[in-house]
Nanobody
Framework: QVQLVESGGGLVQAGDSLTLTCAAS????????MGWDRQPPGKQRELVAI???????NYTESVKGRFTISRDNAKNTVYLQMNSLKPEDTAVYYC?????????????WGQGTQVTVSS
């Protein structure tokens, strides 16, 4: 079993910064990618950012230049630094990871953390 636990969400004002943290634990052999999805109220979930073991990153267009994803491979932890937050960034943010265990390779998700940006 693999668990992803997020922390760092909260209520902030437009223009503020926030950092999300997600730690993976369990029977992990290796983690291929780690990333963040989000689901705004009344909308579909979307991929926000993703990072490979080697540090390659990709971002959805709306957060480029404002969000930075990083990863500590030794700690199986991924971070999302969010700057210049906008009300439209309000969403539940979910950590995700593609993990190799003895049972094989599959994706996992955390329980989600709420980020609310007031105008």
């Amino acid at each position: 079993q693999v668990q992803l636990v997020e922390s760092g969400g909260g209520l902030v004002q437009a223009g503020d910064s926030l950092t999300l943290t997600c730690a993976a634990s369990g029977s992990i052999l290796s983690i291929i990618t780690m990333g963040w999805d989000r689901q705004p109220p009344g909308k579909q979930r979307e991929l926000v950012a993703i990072i490979t073991t080697g540090g390659l990153t990709n971002y959805t267009e709306s957060v480029k230049g404002r969000f930075t994803i990083s990863r500590d491979n030794a700690k199986n932890t991924v971070y999302l630094q969010m700057n210049s937050l906008k009300p439209e960034d309000t969403a539940v943010y979910y950590c995700n990871a593609v993990v190799k265990t003895s049972a094989g390779l599959r994706p996992y998700w955390g329980q989600g953390t709420q980020v609310t940006v007031s105008s």
